[in-house]
């Protein structure tokens, strides 16, 4: 195998470990590079309006821990289809963080918003799922040798992972003190005393009005 000319991953291969930076930016086609880059602006276009706080860290780090996953456990020849070690280029793996994050982020955090985010992603690319499997468990296209379902699989499993560990950043569904029963709410303890101040109440009950008294006529 001629690995020299090759800038994507190469699994367990020294020279591959480069290809975790820059395989993301080698497509094998202009149609491979436009099929990753209009989910790319749409994902993250969400990503920057809805998760601002953890925008950057995801696109960087989860670049980083994607390509560093497929590098480890990409084509283990466990598999009838790994039957020899390839060179993973493309940005489909990125596509797969972005598309999961989002969608995981909207479930997790039970926000009604966020959710309509993530049923937007669903109807976008949930033909996407697919992606993540082998041709052993589902034959989805005739170019599927050509394809690496580990960038899709390993994309998914950061976008998850990062969903879960940033599910208290950011956005949330806001919840309200009668929300939470039996809670004692210093808040609301504050505004009710000022309440009182403002508007006391009498201290005494009016006293009851004296019944009648009735003599005998008789």
Known sequence: MNITGCYGI???Y???IKGILLAPLFH???EHLFNNAAPILVLGFM???FYKKV????LTVGW????ALVWLFADLGILASDNHIGCHIGASG???MLAFFVFASGIIRKSLPLIAVSLIVVFLYGGMLWGIFPEEVIVYTKEQERISWE???FGAVVGVFFAFIWRNVGNQNKKYSWHRRGDYVMEDEELWQRYLEKYPEEEEDDPEPEKPKFKDLF
Not at 55 to 58: D, Q
Not at 64 to 67: A, F, I, K, Y
Request: no cysteine; proline share 4%.
């Open 28 to 30: 094998s086609s202009w």
């Open 55 to 58: 925008a950057y860290l995801l």
């Open 94 to 96: 990125i596509v797969y």
């Open 10 to 12: 190469i699994p367990r």
């Open 64 to 67: 980083v821990l994607t390509g």
């Open 151 to 153: 960038s899709h699989f």
């Open 47 to 49: 990503v920057f309006s």
């Open 14 to 16: 020294e020279i591959g």
